[in-house]
């Protein structure tokens, strides 16, 4: 999967979500009963970022670029319905996920 520059530039920047109990999402694998998928969510003033925390640092899955006219937790409920559909489709996860 390939990135923009710009979006790797401002990786830097990105913070963990501003909730207290809230770093991601988790959702039950609609193929595999019992089964969930975790994806850790990040933002910045430009972008909402997607993937798995490891040792190494972020695995950038996908990303969302911010738009003014939304708030952050619409940007976030625009994310997780990406990541609900690619589950239960069976499809990789958009690298640009559009509102």
Known sequence: MKFPKEVIQDLESAKPLPYSTVSGF???????EGEYI???VF???KYIFVG???NTGLLLDAYLERDEAFSLDEELEAVLEAIQDSAFYKEELPTEICM
């Not at 988790?26 to 595999?32: A, C, Q, V």
């Open 26 to 32: 988790e959702i039950e694998d609609p193929h595999n």
């Open 43 to 45: 933002y910045s003033d």
């Open 52 to 54: 798995g925390v490891c």
């Open 38 to 40: 975790f994806y850790d």
